[in-house]
């Protein structure tokens, strides 16, 4: 697509670009060596060795065996497996209670609301007006009858990282599976599923620069996975379907490259983010959604009273600039963002959303343009708005002071 003179790509937690090492793992398994990994002959154990020594490459990022390491269709997929696998192995013990948080990516949270249908309890933790939970909150929630914990490592929308170790640990201690959706975390913070007490974990490739529609579910060695899909054997009779091989490729490649230069990038990310922040806290009356320092390197999200997310969006598209309002799954839809109430943001400002999530190869400058295009708009939108007319008259209270303290 062409984008014009001028493009800045700041949604980079809806999906990423694939960076130039992930394609070029992918081409040979296209255009050469293209043998189905069931099969044989030579060509398809090239195919089959290819996957496997993909699984270790990605086992080795994790800190788990390549027997640990299932490949899917993608986070959903994963998340999906991981849970229902938990439900099921709980209901054979008359465990039928579930623990999770109230600002999970849809994947998790309808599967959980399908569970309930099925005869499960859910109980979501509040996750507090800066976007955390505590192990504390875990560990009070724990009941006999618990069956798994699924808590994600870091959120999508306002990008606050949770004590995934502490979390781990609390469940460890007491017998209870723990899963967490790290498709955000995955090549942008460590993770080391033994050291952090993982059972289960789900990450997806192109949330790191890897291609789209390739997931990894990670299954603790002993753990009782169930299939979702039945049919072939592969996968050790986990995940039926023919391997996307070249997509398995792209994935190893860029999960090793993401974590390889991790800590450089989050410094740089992080520095960026806190210019962005301090440039937008000048825009009144708006706030940052989530803990200002437990937050994934470059993710920033402001809620700005008396504006319409997707009016801004649009705006900011015209100059620009993509970004997105709540997730790339909730547009489209004219609720506003769980994840902004789950903070406890009235409607009318979980409306106004905006989240800027920059990549590895944003400038300063793109960041001052940014905050520029954000300020004019803002403004601009403001000043069209009746809704606003009546917060400046006084006829509304406003929500937020008019500087944050
Ligand atoms: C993107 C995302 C998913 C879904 O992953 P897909 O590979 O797109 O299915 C799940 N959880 C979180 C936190 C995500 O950001």
Redesign the pocket.
């Known amino acids: 697509m062409d984008q014009g003179a001028f493009f800045i790509y700041a949604d980079n937690?809806a999906t990423t670009k694939m960076s130039r090492a992930a394609i070029d793992a992918m081409l040979p398994y296209m255009e050469s060596a293209y043998g189905n990994p069931s099969s044989l002959y030579r060509l398809g154990q090239e195919a089959k060795e290819a996957i496997e020594n993909a699984r270790a490459r990605v086992a080795a990022c994790l800190g788990c065996e390549a027997r640990e390491i299932y490949f899917t269709s993608?986070?959903?997929?994963a998340?999906n497996q991981a849970i229902r696998s938990a439900a099921l192995n709980g209901a054979k013990k008359d465990k039928k209670h579930l623990i999770s948080t109230a600002f999970e990516?849809h994947?998790v949270l309808h599967t959980l609301k399908q569970l309930e249908k099925e005869g499960f309890e859910v109980t979501l933790l509040d996750v507090g007006s800066k976007g955390l939970v505590t192990a504390e909150q875990v560990k009070a929630a724990l009941r006999p009858d618990t069956a798994l914990v699924t808590i994600?490592f870091a959120n999508?929308e306002i990008g606050t990282v949770q004590p995934i170790r502490e979390i781990g640990a609390v469940c460890r201690e007491a017998g209870v599976p723990f899963h967490t959706?790290a498709?955000?975390a995955a090549g942008h913070l460590p993770i080391d599923v033994r050291a952090d007490n993982i059972d289960l974990l789900?990450l997806?490739a192109?949330?790191f620069h890897g291609p789209k529609g390739c997931?990894v579910l990670y299954a603790r060695r002993g753990f009782p996975l169930r299939n979702l899909i039945e049919g072939g054997a592969q996968e050790r009779n986990r995940r039926a379907g023919t391997e996307n091989v070249p997509a398995i490729m792209g994935l190893a490649a860029a999960l090793e490259e993401a974590c390889a230069g991790m800590d450089a990038r989050a410094e740089k990310l992080n520095a960026l983010s806190k210019r962005l922040i301090a440039g937008l806290r000048k825009i009144p009356y708006a706030e940052l959604n989530g803990d200002e320092f437990q937050r994934l390197p470059g993710n920033v999200n402001f809620c700005f009273e008396g504006i319409e997310g997707e009016s801004l969006l649009l705006l900011l598209d015209d100059k620009g600039i993509a970004a997105s309002s709540g997730s790339a799954c909730t547009s489209g839809s004219l609720d506003p963002s769980h994840v902004l109430l789950a903070i406890g943001r009235p409607h009318e400002v979980a409306h106004g959303s905006l989240r800027l999530t920059l990549g590895e190869d944003a400038t300063e400058e793109e960041v001052d343009y940014i905050i520029r295009a954000v300020t004019e708009v803002v403004t601009y939108l403001r000043n069209m708005s009746p809704f606003w007319r009546d917060l400046t008259t006084g006829k509304r209270p406003h929500v937020f002071a008019e500087f944050e303290v």
């Open positions: 937690a993608g986070g959903s997929e998340d990516h994947a994600m999508n959706d498709v955000q789900s997806s192109h949330k997931g």
